[in-house]
């Protein structure tokens, strides 16, 4: 597709629930980042992939959350135990960006999965 | 602690009115995105500031990068209720040896006919 594309849109797991969250980058994109955004907040970063190498992950809460990309595409973000607090919108966004010393990074995002942990 | 301040965090105006969006950091940027985001969808990128002191200009939308490259401003002359939205600021850097796009907490602007 042109854009990012994220599924599931919308999760409602049980408290203690596994979940996987899927991002589709724009094809040819090196960077990925994944984003969690509470309800009226701005994103806060959770990680970032260069191709398949997961360069930075201090952005995650805990190790309940896992995030991977195999093939340096497809990316998934995965949730152990799910919490109260995990419900929020997760974002995926990606950038042609490769060097980071490049000032010019435009990020493209998707729509998001908006998790509901009940 | 928010690396990026957005200020004010919501604002609701009536249309025809002017307004101004500030971001500010005590930390240096590469460059400086404005994001604005509809309910239910993901940020969508206005425009990106790179040099210290650039102005840009979108229709009635002018964004400007502090000459440190540390702050920023959106201002919107003569609102329109299709202005209303969340607008969030993001600075691009290399921040503790990897590069981050880190958004400030947004403003929910409001537009009243």
């Known amino acids: 597709g042109a854009g990012v594309s994220q599924s599931p849109r919308y999760k409602v797991a049980k408290r203690g629930q596994d979940v996987a969250l899927r991002c589709d980058p724009i094809?040819?994109?090196?960077?990925l980042f994944w984003y969690q955004q509470a309800l009226g907040q701005g994103p806060e970063f959770l990680t970032y992939f260069q191709n398949e190498a997961q360069l930075d992950k201090s952005g995650l809460p805990s190790d309940r959350f896992f995030a991977e990309r195999p093939e340096g595409s497809v990316s998934t973000l995965k949730i152990q135990r799910t919490q109260q607090e995990d419900s929020a919108v997760y974002l995926c966004?990606?950038?042609?960006?490769?060097?980071?010393?490049?000032?010019?990074?435009?990020?493209?995002f998707g729509q998001g999965t908006r998790l509901t942990v009940v | 602690t928010q690396l990026l301040e957005q200020s004010p965090q919501f604002l609701s105006i009536q249309e025809g009115e002017n307004l101004t969006v500030y971001c500010n950091s005590s930390s240096v940027f590469s460059s400086l995105q404005w994001y604005r985001q509809e309910p239910g969808e993901g940020p969508v990128l206005l425009v990106t500031?790179?040099?210290?002191?650039e102005v840009k200009k979108l229709k009635r939308l002018t964004f400007q990068f502090g000459d440190a490259r540390k702050d920023s401003s959106l201002h919107i002359t003569a609102a329109q209720p299709g202005d209303t939205g969340l607008y969030l600021c993001a600075g691009v850097g290399v921040i503790q040896g990897a590069q981050k796009l880190v958004f400030g907490q947004g403003t929910r602007l409001t537009i009243n006919p």
């Open positions: 966004a990606s950038s042609q960006n490769r060097d980071p010393r490049r000032r010019n990074t435009e990020a493209f």
């Open positions: 500031v790179v040099t210290g002191g």
């Open positions: 094809s040819g994109h090196v960077s």
